[in-house]
């Protein structure tokens, strides 16, 4: 079930941050890859290597960040971002995830 | 002791032999060739590079002679060889010295990995280095050589050489490349300066080099530390603008220009990172040469009086 | 002037020595050890021992710089060992780890400074398919497009095509079986399966056991081609069994599977090439197991007398004719081995022609 999945860094992950006005670079240590992530995508990441998110929680806080609120729209971005980060080795599901090859998050 | 402490006869024999151990920055290129006018460019533009005693430890053995003597007169050729071994395809005769300066700069860009390794020219001026960084043709050899003949000490007009944990840039001064058009752009802006041979008909079309100022050659040994990053971009008619960058940009343009930013992973993020905290980063539009000399006079100034 | 190969093994073997060495010699042994692909390890030795301040500092940077390339490649191959568990996860049971891989995962003394990030694995011949098919999936393609080679190693060698993952440029050789099936050498794919040591991570990573590890070092190291990494794997199979010269019941399971996987003759040549240059400690009873697989004394003293000038590069200069003769008197013996003459001849001849034709200069 959607609502229950629960997002977190992979076991192991070390990231090195900079942070400057113009946005945030991380270094993902194991895969040797430079991102820029822009100020969201950050944050996610940041709450994310904190602890384990569920979906909702890091809607709210992508809603917080962009400040907008919290509709279907941006529950849709939210998937996207994750998407996109779990395509950069950034986060993976926690137990369980999806079946499906086409959607190893279990968004769909 | 530099090459020009020895006599002709005695350089050449060397060339011609074992090869001579010429300091450039921190590192030792035992250079050998038994091309006459090659010689000729070696002694000329060389002439003032300290030559390592014997029995020490060498980085570069790089070699350049003519593979087939009997090619000599129907479109002769020099090969290259680093180290012992032959590589990359031969040159006309007539560009040796591109091909030296060609294979010199395969060297520092492939292989001394204990720096961080980017594709820019840098001159230093009161300890402060001033990076230009940009792609081959944004013009940033025409500048460097400008800056090198007008109070900047030329650190290279290839390579800025990081040292990992530090902000320092260490120099490796050598002949500046110049293409086409830039080649009378310099024999004005210094027409009493010395310059090697002029190539036709290379992959870059017409190349010549100056001669690194001495200046540059007997202080190669003292670094700088990084103090501004410039992205310089020549555009006919424009007048000079310096702008700011900001720094996750610059990172990320300087980490795209670098030669082994990947392969020093996380070291190289870090000491990427380092440098970029210590400098200003600006795009540069400029047409007019003297222009963007009076301005970066001007940048070096205000750093003189805040600090 | 010493001779190249003694400083070499010397630097790796015993590297307190090198607090001693002259910058001459040591502008040797750079250069050398360079071209053997085995400076990596000497800078990992080199530090290992808390050298670092005996060194002169132009040799102080150049061992700092294949250091930073041997990082490169230890990080390369971790994560590609994570990329490819998790594109075949749920394809295979598990996939193993060898050479390099292996070494790594497995904390053998070989994985120190190596030089090298192909990742090779060995998964079952059944599974190919869907093994070639998840790794296409997740971004891997074939490198030899050209029908020829593709047949070539579809249908004679033991593994697929190399593969080259289209983002990342690295490269996964997928084997399913040591040697090519052709050849006259025929290892057991399932016993090497099924006494593999499955590895805490990634899921589905898998190593040889110790034993099949020797076993495959020697095997690559006298039987496949491409001599050039001579010493540097002698080194490997030196790594594996050096620190178990008391152990015979490892030894006696080492030369129980040569046994059953028919390649006690690669051991006998890879074992006495350790002893003979790196001074390897074997126990007694092993070696004279070893003679009873010994090759006729002809066979052996010239495979002997190749292999040595082979093993060790030459100074400075491109390798002399001798050396480049052997190597290449090996490799074709290599090519010998794995495909019958009628098939080798023109394959050489075609592999000649390419190359000639690319224009590279020469590298026997």
Request: charged share 25%.
């Given at each position: ?108 | 002791?530099t090459l020009s402490d020895w006599t002709e006869q005695q350089a050449r024999a060397a060339l011609s032999g074992a090869g001579v151990p010429l300091r450039i920055g921190p590192f030792v290129a035992r250079v050998g060739t038994r091309v006459r006018e090659l010689q000729d460019a070696l002694l ?159 992959r870059k079309g017409t190349v010549a080099h100056l001669e690194a100022p001495a200046d540059a050659i007997a202080r190669a040994e003292e670094p700088a530390e990084a103090r501004w990053i410039v992205f310089p971009r020549w555009k006919a008619g424009a007048s000079t603008t310096l702008t700011p ?63 | ?364």
């Open positions: 079930m959607v609502a229950e999945t629960r997002f977190r860094v992979p076991r192991g992950l070390r990231l090195i941050w900079r942070d400057w006005a113009d946005g945030t670079i991380v270094y993902h240590c194991q895969s040797g890859d430079t991102h820029r992530l822009h100020e969201v995508a950050a944050r996610v990441v940041r709450a994310i290597e904190d602890a384990p998110r569920s979906l909702d929680e890091i809607a709210t806080l992508v809603a917080e960040a962009a400040a907008c609120s919290l509709n279907d729209e941006t529950r849709a971005q939210t998937r996207e971002l994750l998407r996109g980060l779990h395509a950069r080795g950034l986060v993976e599901p926690t137990e369980g995830g999806g079946e499906a090859a086409h959607d190893p998050l279990g968004l769909d | 002791m000329r533009l060389y002439r003032r590079y300290p030559v390592d005693g014997p029995g020490g430890i060498v980085d570069w053995h790089v070699r350049i002679e003519a593979p087939n003597p009997w090619r000599r007169f129907v479109g002769p050729q020099v090969a290259a060889y680093v180290d012992g071994r032959r590589r990359f395809a031969p040159f006309p005769r007539d560009q040796a010295f591109a091909m030296f300066e060609w294979l010199l700069n395969w060297c520092t860009f492939s292989r001394p990995h204990q720096y961080l390794i980017l594709h820019s020219a840098v001159v230093e001026r009161d300890g402060r280095a001033l990076v230009l960084c940009g792609r081959p043709g944004a013009g940033k050899s025409t500048l460097c050589a400008a800056l090198a003949l007008s109070g900047w000490r030329l650190f290279s007009d290839e390579v800025a050489l990081i040292r990992p944990g530090t902000r320092e840039i260490h120099a490796a001064p050598r002949p500046i490349s110049l293409k086409e058009g830039s080649i009378d752009v310099l024999r004005q802006l210094a027409p009493d300066h010395p310059m090697g041979p002029k190539m036709a008909g290379t960058l900001g720094r996750a940009r610059a990172f990320l343009e300087a980490a795209d220009n670098a030669f082994n930013y990947s392969l020093l992973g996380e070291v190289g993020f870090t000491s990427l990172a380092e440098v970029v905290d210590a400098s200003d980063a600006y795009v540069l539009e400029y047409s007019d040469l003297d222009d963007v000399l009076g301005r970066f006079d001007r940048l070096a100034s205000q750093e003189a009086v805040a600090s | 002037m010493r001779p190249i190969g003694g400083l070499l093994v010397e630097a790796i073997l015993d590297p307190r020595s090198l607090a001693t060495l002259e910058e001459s010699e040591w502008d040797r042994l750079l250069r050398a050890g360079h071209r053997a692909g085995i400076l990596g390890r000497i800078a990992a030795e080199v530090a290992a021992a808390g050298l670092d301040g005996a060194v002169p500092s132009r040799a102080r940077a150049r061992l700092a710089a294949a250091d930073a390339v041997a990082r490169q490649h230890e990080r390369i191959l971790r994560w590609e060992t994570v990329c490819v568990a998790r594109a075949l996860r749920g394809v295979v049971e598990r996939f193993v780890l060898l050479k390099g891989g292996a070494y790594l995962h497995a904390g053998d003394p070989s994985a120190r400074g190596r030089l090298s990030s192909d990742l090779d694995v060995l998964v079952p011949r059944a599974s190919l398919e869907a093994v070639e098919r998840a790794l296409g999936d997740a971004g891997w393609e074939a490198t030899k497009l050209n029908r020829y080679d593709q047949k070539y190693y579809r249908r004679w060698m033991h593994e697929l095509p190399p593969l080259r993952h289209r983002d990342r440029r690295t490269l996964l050789d997928v084997h399913h079986t040591l040697l090519p099936e052709t050849g006259r050498l025929h290892p057991d794919p399932a016993s090497l399966l099924a006494r593999a040591e499955d590895l805490p991570e990634p899921e589905g990573a898998a190593v040889l056991c110790t034993e099949d590890r020797v076993l495959h070092a020697a095997t690559h190291l006298f039987h496949d081609g491409d001599l050039g990494g001579g010493l540097r794997e002698l080194l490997d199979v030196d790594g594996l069994v050096r620190g178990r010269a008391d152990d015979h019941a490892f030894w006696d399971r080492v030369l129980e599977h040569a046994a059953h996987h028919e390649l006690e003759r690669p051991l006998f040549y890879a074992v006495r090439a350790c002893r003979r240059h790196l001074d390897t400690p074997v126990p007694e009873a092993a070696l004279a197991r070893l003679e009873r697989g010994a090759p006729r004394s002809l066979t052996r003293r010239s495979m002997e007398a190749l292999a040595d000038r082979a093993l060790f590069p030459d100074d400075d200069r491109r390798p002399g004719v001798p050396v480049r003769t052997a190597r290449w008197a090996l490799y074709a013996r290599s090519h010998w081995l794995r495909m019958p003459l009628r098939l080798l001849i023109p394959h050489l001849a075609r592999k000649a022609a390419r190359r000639w034709s690319t224009g590279e200069g020469s590298t026997a």
